[in-house]
C-alpha cells in the first residue's frame, strides 16, 4: 500500500478548512488593542494567540474534547456589535459567544447550535454590548477531534451588511441502503434507485499538506467564495459520470445533491489506534467522538455513509503484512499487566494455550502464528461492537462503510467487520492492472457483505505537475494514456464481481511536486494538475466507463465464491530427495563491509551502518517498514543468471547476536524477482520471481543459533511475483536477507557464522 498508511489518515483530516459563506466587502473597522488571550487547552503549539494575529495560516486548537474555551482581553473596555469567526475543519457544533465586563459575570452574545466545519461565519450581536472579555465556549464539537479557529475578527463600529445565508445539509425521510437484487449488490439511494457507488477521494479546492514555499493546488481564489468552488467541483465531477464525493474531501460539498461520505476517525486519541480497545476510557472516547458526529448527519438526505477509519494497524504496526514481526497480540503484551487489554491477552492465552503471556512469548511455530491470528480477531470483534453500536445508537439512518483495509486484512478481522457493517472497505492498488480475484473473493466470503473498493489509482511519469511519482503507492506508468488505459481495465474488471457496489478513486488533483509535508508523497494522482486543468485521455476514459460501469455490473457472470482461498500458510518447496552435506552459506571474516549495500524506509531514520572485520552492524529500525541487507552468498553451486541451486538442503542457520528484543526475519528471492505488478518475471531453471519470509524471531542480546527451514516460509505479498506457482524454487534462489521491521528499536547485530543445512 501506498503509505504508513496509520500517519496518512491524521494529516488528510487537518487540511485548511474552506469558507462557506460568502465574502461581504466592508470598510475594516478599528481593530480593538487586545491585552491576552487564553485557552481551556493547547495541543500542537496552536496557541490561543494565533486565532487573533491576523495569519489566515495559522490557528488555535484544542485538546480533543467538547467543552473548550478560548478568552480575549482587551486593553480597554470595546463596544462590540458582532464577530466573525473563520473555523478549521475542526469546528464547534454548538458554541455561544460570551461576553464580560469583569471576565465574573458572562452575558451570552449569540449562540449556534448547527456549525459547520470549516465555516466562515459572521454573526450580529442582537444589541451593542461593551465588553472588556469575550469568550467562544464551545460545548460540543462538529467532529471527532477538538476545536480549532484560524482568525476571529471583533466588529466595532457597526453591525456586518447583508450576511449571506448560512447553508444547511438536506436532510431527508428516507436514505441509502445496499440490498442484493438478481444477484448483484448495489446501492440505493433515498429514491429507491439502485446504482453503483463511482466517487473520488479528496475533493478540496487547496492543498493543505505542503511544504512551505512550494507549488501546490489552490483554486480558491478563482471563486467569489467556497460554495462557488464546491458547485463548481460537484457539476464536473457529475460531467464526468461520478456521483460520489469521497473520503476527506471538504465539507463545502456537504450541501448539494451530491452522495458524500464521512470519515469518523474512532479512536481518534490513542497513539497506537488499536491498543487498548478494552479499556473502559476507549468506550467512554469513542462514544464523545461518534456523537458529537453522527447527531450533526443523522437526517442528512445525502450521506451515503459513514468510514470508521483508514487503514487501522491490524497487522499491529501497519495495517498491511509485510513479513515483520509486530502484530496486534505482540503490542498487547507490552501494556502493563494492570493495563484492560493485557489481562484480556492473558485470559486468551490461558484458556486456549494454557500459558501466561511471558510464557507465550518464546513459542514459535504455527501454534503461534495462530494466537496472533485470533487474537487480531478477539480486538476486532470488541472494536467493531462498540463502535458500531455507538454509531446506530446516535444514526441509526445511515450505512456503515467499514473500515478502508489496506490491501489486506488478517481473516478473523474481515469477518467482524462483515458481521457489524454494511460494507466492507478495501483500499487496493494495482500495478499490473490485474486484479486479484482471490483477494476480493476472500473479502466477500470472510464478511459475507458487499465490498467498496476507496482507494485506487495511476499515476504517470508524464504531467503537467512535475510529479516525480517517487512516493506513494507504486502505480507508476509512462504516459496519460495510459492511466486512462489503468482506470479502464481496473474498473471494467471490478464491476464484473457480483459483490462490488463501488470504486473511489484516489484523488481530485495532483500532490505537491515537493511532496506532502508529513510523509514527502509526490504524485500525479489526481484528475486534475496542480493548476487545475483536465488530464484529458483519463477524464474522458473515465466518463465513458462510468457511464457504462452499471450496464458491466448487471451483465456481469463472474459467479459468488463458494469457499475460502488460502493465501497464506506455509509454500510449497521444489526439493531433491538427494543427501546433500551441510555447507557454508559464506565466509564471514571475507567478508568486505564496504561493498555491503542495505536497503532502508528512507521516510524515517531507518538504516544499518556496517563494520568490520568480521560482519557487525548497527541498526535502527525507524518507524516505517524498516530495513535490511543481503548476506553474501559464497555456495559453489551458481547458475547462469548468478542465482544458487540450494536443492538437497533443508534450510539455513544462522550464529549471531542481536539487541534484546529487537524482531527480525529472513527473505527469500527467486531468480527474477522484482517489485510487485511487473509484466513479466524472469527467472531460470523454471523460478518464477517469487519472494518469501521466514518465520519472525527476536534478538536475546545474547550469541545464539537460529535456524529456519525452507518449508516454514510464506509467501510475501508486497514484492515479487503474485501470480507464480507459490513453491519455493531452490534450484534458482537469487539472494537472502536478513530483514529487521520497523518500530524494532535501535541495537548492534554481530553474525558468526551462516550455513546451509
Given amino acids: 500500500m501506498k503509505r504508513p498508511l496509520s500517519s496518512i489518515i491524521f494529516a488528510l483530516l487537518f487540511l485548511p478548512a474552506f469558507i462557506i459563506s460568502a465574502y461581504c466587502a466592508e470598510t475594516p473597522a478599528p481593530a480593538p488593542v487586545i491585552k491576552a488571550v487564553t485557552a481551556s487547552s493547547v495541543i500542537n503549539n496552536n496557541t490561543p494567540e494565533k486565532a487573533v494575529d491576523n495569519n489566515i495560516k495559522m490557528r488555535w486548537e484544542s485538546e480533543l474534547k467538547d467543552n473548550q474555551w478560548i478568552q480575549v482581553e482587551f486593553e480597554q473596555p470595546v463596544d462590540l456589535y458582532g464577530i466573525e469567526i473563520k473555523w478549521e475543519t475542526a ?96 446501492f440505493t439511494g433515498p429514491d429507491g434507485e439502485r446504482f453503483i457507488s463511482k466517487g473520488v477521494n479528496a475533493v478540496l479546492g487547496k492543498d493543505g499538506a505542503v511544504l512551505p514555499n512550494s507549488e501546490y493546488y489552490d483554486v480558491s481564489s478563482k471563486y467569489k467564495d467556497y460554495g462557488e468552488w464546491a458547485r463548481n467541483a460537484i ?86 503484512y509485510t513479513g515483520h514481526a509486530s502484530t496486534l497480540l505482540d503490542e498487547y503484551a507490552k501494556l502493563p499487566e494492570s493495563a484492560a487489554g493485557r489481562q484480556k491477552l492473558a485470559e486468551f492465552l490461558k484458556e486456549k494455550y494454557g500459558k501466561s503471556v511471558d510464557e507465550f512469548m518464546h513459542t514459535r511455530g504455527a501454534a503461534a502464528k495462530e494466537a496472533r491470528e485470533l487474537f487480531a480477531g478477539v480486538i476486532a470483534e470488541r472494536y467493531f461492537s462498540t463502535v ?75 504531467n503537467n505537475s512535475g ?88 451483465k456481469s457472470a463472474v459467479p459468488y465464491p463458494d469457499k475460502l482461498v488460502e493465501t497464506g500458510g ?24 564496504e561493498k555491503l549495500s542495505a536497503w532502508a524506509d528512507s521516510s524515517t531514520t531507518a538504516g544499518i551502518k556496517f563494520s568490520g572485520p568480521d560482519l557487525k552492524c548497527v541498526i535502527d529500525t525507524g ?41 527480525f526475519s529472513l527473505f527469500i528471492n527467486e531468480s527474477g524477482a522484482g517489485d510487485l505488478g511487473k509484466v513479466k518475471y524472469d527467472g531460470i531453471n523454471g523460478a518464477d520471481g517469487e519472494s518469501f519470509a521466514s518465520e519472525s524471531n527476536d534478538g536475546t542480546g545474547k550469541v545464539e543459533t537460529y535456524e529456519f527451514p525452507f518449508d516454514r516460509f510464506t509467501i510475501r505479498n508486497m514484492y515479487g511475483n503474485q501470480g507464480g506457482n507459490k513453491t519455493l524454487d531452490l534450484q534458482a534462489v537469487r539472494n537472502i536477507d536478513l530483514y529487521f521491521p520497523g518500530n524494532g528499536g535501535t541495537g548492534e547485530c554481530d553474525i558468526y557464522e551462516v550455513t546451509l543445512y
Fill in 91 to 186: 469546528a464547534a457544533y454548538r458554541y455561544k459567544i460570551l461576553g464580560s465586563a469583569d471576565g465574573a459575570t458572562w452575558q451570552t452574545l449569540a449562540e449556534i447550535n448547527d456549525g459547520n466545519e470549516g465555516e466562515d461565519i459572521k454573526l450580529n450581536f442582537k444589541e451593542k454590548a461593551t465588553c472588556k472579555f469575550v469568550k467562544i465556549d464551545c460545548l460540543e464539537r462538529a467532529t471527532a477531534w477538538g476545536f480549532s479557529i484560524w482568525e476571529t475578527e471583533f466588529k466595532t463600529d457597526k453591525p456586518y451588511k447583508n450576511i449571506p445565508r448560512r447553508l444547511s445539509i438536506p436532510k431527508g425521510k428516507t436514505f441509502f441502503a445496499v440490498k442484493q437484487e438478481k444477484g448483484k449488490y448495489w
Fill in 388 to 462: 458500531c453500536g455507538l454509531i446506530k445508537k446516535y444514526d441509526p439512518n445511515h450505512l456503515i462503510l467499514g473500515v478502508r483495509f489496506a490491501n489486506n486484512a488478517p481473516d478473523e478481522v474481515a469477518k467482524a467487520c462483515g458481521k457489524y457493517c454494511d460494507v466492507v472497505s478495501v483500499n487496493y492498488y494495482c500495478k499490473d492492472m490485474k486484479v486479484n480475484k482471490e483477494l476480493l473473493d476472500n473479502f466477500y466470503f470472510l464478511g459475507q457483505k458487499p465490498v467498496l473498493i476507496t482507494e485506487f489509482s495511476y499515476r504517470a511519469t508524464e
Fill in 235 to 320: 457539476k464536473r465531477l457529475k460531467n464526468l459520470d461520478f456521483n460520489t464525493i469521497g473520503s476527506w474531501s471538504d465539507p463545502a460539498t456537504f450541501f448539494y445533491d451530491m452522495p458524500f461520505t464521512v470519515m469518523l476517525g474512532i479512536p481518534s486519541t490513542s497513539d497506537h489506534r488499536l491498543v487498548d480497545v478494552f479499556d473502559p476510557l476507549f468506550d467512554e472516547r469513542a462514544e464523545q467522538d461518534v456523537a458529537g458526529r453522527c447527531r450533526r448527519f443523522k437526517d442528512a438526505k445525502y450521506l451515503l455513509g459513514y468510514f470508521i477509519e483508514n487503514e487501522l494497524p491490524w497487522y499491529g504496526d501497519v495495517g498491511w
Fill in 467 to 554: 510529479d516525480k511519482n517517487t512516493r506513494g503507492a507504486d502505480v507508476t506508468v509512462k504516459t496519460q494514456q495510459e492511466r486512462a488505459e489503468g482506470f479502464n481495465k481496473y474498473v471494467t474488471q471490478m464491476m464484473g464481481f457480483p459483490y462490488v457496489t463501488g470504486y473511489h478513486w484516489f484523488q481530485y488533483f495532483d500532490e505537491s511536486p515537493q511532496g506532502r509535508d508529513f510523509d514527502g508523497e509526490n504524485s500525479d494522482y489526481g484528475i486534475v494538475d496542480i493548476h487545475d486543468n483536465e488530464y484529458g485521455p483519463l477524464t474522458a476514459e473515465m466518463k465513458k466507463v462510468n457511464a457504462a460501469a452499471d450496464v458491466v455490473h448487471k
Fill in 623 to 663: 518507524s516505517g517498514w524498516g530495513c535490511g541487507f543481503g548476506v553474501p552468498c559464497q555456495v559453489k553451486t551458481v547458475n547462469g543468471d548468478g542465482s544458487f541451486d540450494f536443492q538437497g538442503l533443508k534450510g539455513i542457520r544462522i550464529k549471531m547476536s542481536l539487541a534484546e528484543g529487537m524482531p
Fill in 570 to 593: 506455509y509454500a510449497k518447496v521444489n526439493n531433491k530427495d538427494i543427501k546433500r552435506e551441510s555447507e557454508l552459506f559464506c565466509d564471514i571474516k571475507s567478508i568486505d563491509v
